[in-house]
């Protein structure tokens, strides 16, 4: 089974970047649909976005639209979710998954360990 490994949070202040990526070791996430979860404290997991396994179609959280883009390289394993104009409510800790097929129509496989963002006003 692949392993998720996710890196890039940290501390921004409002307004600013961070680029998240996903890689994934022990088999190749080229042929599944990935996606990013998020889940603050006291809060639900929640979607942000996703990607299908060729990476045509993608699909955001409405609060993200517009300010987030999930992206992957098929040739290093990984996905990324380039993360702008960041609020404090994007504060979470942010975890990426796979679908089991190449969309996400389908049942997640696995979890990586998660990443905390924290954005200050």
């Known amino acids: 089974q692949v392993q998720l490994v996710e890196s890039g949070g940290g501390s921004v202040q409002a307004g600013g970047s961070l680029r998240l990526s996903c890689v994934g070791s022990?088999?190749?996430?080229?042929?599944?649909?990935m996606g990013w979860h998020r889940q603050a404290p006291g809060k639900e997991r929640e979607l942000v976005a996703r990607?299908?396994?060729?990476?045509?179609?993608?699909n955001y959280a409405d609060d993200v639209k517009g300010r987030f883009t999930i992206s992957r390289d098929h040739a290093k394993n990984t996905v990324y979710l380039q993360m702008n104009c960041l609020k404090p409510e994007d504060t979470a800790v942010y975890y990426c998954?796979?679908?089991?097929?190449?969309?996400?129509?389908?049942?997640?496989?696995?979890w990586g360990q998660g990443t905390q963002v924290s954005v200050s006003s």
């Open positions: 990607i299908t396994s060729a990476g045509y179609d993608t």
């Open positions: 998954n796979t679908y089991q097929t190449y969309t996400w129509n389908s049942a997640i496989g696995s």
């Open positions: 022990g088999s190749s996430i080229r042929f599944n649909a």
